[in-house]
């Protein structure tokens, strides 16, 4: 490469620098505290049975009156 | 100094450093495998069955000349807005189809666009690498551009309100940014992604977000502390789209690899793969229906695909367009979805 004493240095100490902060932002990842999946995944089915009945798209309208989407009858009240 | 004792020094110091990163990604990879203790298709195999999604196109919102690349439901579920590189932004009041507002833009590149909460403002931006905030609520009644929030050296591919001050926005440049909308500021940046950013979604607190982006991995930051809290790997090609399950703790992602998958924050680690060996193109866009049941997505292939997310199963298909589904969204009251499309138009279906 041929390059300067100093650049060479300054190559190194900016690499280590990075480095040593990607490696510390891994080091804080890895250190989490982390639920088991068994429990993650049973809150989100508690979730989504106490949410169903509400959900349109999933247990559909109870009559078309409450679909605000339903085909456009000759008067809509605004 | 010579050439040999360059390179010498420089594979040292190298060595040195793979070794001081080695070690937290083994301590993480133990961790995740430790708190898996069983399958979500496991968990879940009590679950009722849903049966077959069938939902018809409600409206079809006609007015686009090219491509639409990205849509936004307002608030109110009843508004939204889309983007098209027509050059405009329309926004849409979806009950009567009618035309809202039509909104020529300086850059007809664009990629993303929102809908602030309250209503009275709506963003884009794309390969301008500006994020526009456009005031529907002026005195004089017209629309105008309220604010330009330059300083990303990349594409915009995705920007949310937090409110009609803050913005969060994702870039082709590897960041995210929040900024003030007044002072037009940066107010932190979230570096970290080694790709270009595609995507971001807010969590329902608002106090943080999930990224996803073409290095395959999907971040998840802590708005106020401007810090990346959790990397979630398993990818394998570039993420386009993310968004939160509605109770916060998990989020979905769609991916260039033909599958999309859910993943658990508290749990660190990836639940369960949506995906079909017939299914053999990128996603494009997701959305959880209200309860989180049904996880839609969008294909380049110009289909939606209805999937029971406790099941992994396919359980309904939205097909209608005549070229790739770019974007969607479900309605905060959960009533219906849209879809918008390449073939300039969108679809509100229920």
Partial sequence: ?78 | MQFVLQQFLLNRSNLFVLQLLSDPVRVEQDARKAACDTSLVQATSNMEPIGRIQMRTRRTLRGHLAKIYAMHWGSDSRNLVSASQDGKLIVWDSYTTNKVHAIPLRSSWVMTCAYAPSGSYVACGGLDNICSIYSLKTREGNVRVSRELPGHTGYLSCCRFLDDNQIVTSSGDMSCALWDIETGQQCTSFMGHTGDVMSLSLSPDMRTFVSGACDASAKLWDIREGSCKQTFPGHESDINAVTFFPNGYAFATGSDDATCRLFDIRADQELAMYSHDNIICGITSVAFSKSGRLLLAGYDDFNCNVWDSMKTERAGILAGHDNRVSCLGVTEDGMAVATGSWDSFLRIWN
């Avoid at chain 1, 679909?67 to 008067?75: A, M």
């Fill in chain 1, 1 to 78: 490469i041929g390059l300067s004493d100093t650049a060479v240095m300054d190559m190194m100490i900016s690499n280590l620098q990075q480095q040593r902060q990607v490696t510390e932002q891994l080091r804080r990842e890895a250190a989490i505290k982390r639920i088991s999946v068994s429990q993650a995944v049973l809150d989100i089915m508690k979730y989504i049975t106490e949410h169903e009945q509400e959900d349109c798209l999933l247990v559909g309208f109870s009559s078309q009156k409450a679909n605000p989407f339903r085909e456009k009858s000759s008067c809509t009240l605004l």
